[in-house]
């Protein structure tokens, strides 16, 4: 079964950086597209950034020119490097794997929820 263990959340300060990291396990393919996501109670889950196995990536306008999104796949880890942290960076962060990928490359769809069926428990990051 495909795992997916978030680290690296916590609370930072206004302005500070911080590194996700999502250690995968039980995908056994080398093509993948994997992503980040980020939610606030009562909000919907909303697309960060997304990566595939070619290196391409995409981001929300909102994290944008402060983030970076890439794959570690000696360590098969995800991470996700967020400078410049604000207010309203506080959220549950995700990671995600489609399961299901087929190659194709859509800057807009891999960044929807529906895109992706493996999730994992998710890592809270609080900016204050």
């Known amino acids: 079964d495909v795992q997916l263990v978030e680290s690296g959340g916590g609370a930072i300060r206004t302005g500070e950086s911080l590194r996700l990291s999502c250690e995968v396990s039980?995908?056994?393919?080398?093509?993948?597209?994997m992503a980040w996501f980020r939610q606030i109670p009562g909000k919907e889950r909303e697309g960060v950034a997304a990566?595939?196995?070619?290196?391409?990536?995409t981001y929300a306008d909102s994290v944008k020119g402060r983030s970076t999104i890439s794959k570690d796949n000696a360590k098969n880890t995800l991470l996700l490097q967020m400078n410049s942290l604000q207010l309203e960076d506080t959220a549950m962060y995700y990671c995600?794997?489609?399961?299901?990928?087929?190659?194709?490359?859509?800057?807009?769809?891999?960044?929807?929820?529906?895109?992706?069926?493996?999730w994992g428990q998710g890592t809270q990051v609080t900016v204050s």
């Open positions: 990566i595939n196995s070619d290196g391409l990536t």
């Open positions: 995600a794997l489609d399961g299901t990928y087929g190659g194709d490359w859509d800057a807009d769809r891999v960044l929807r929820r529906t895109e992706y069926n493996y």
């Open positions: 039980g995908w056994p393919y080398s093509a993948y597209l």
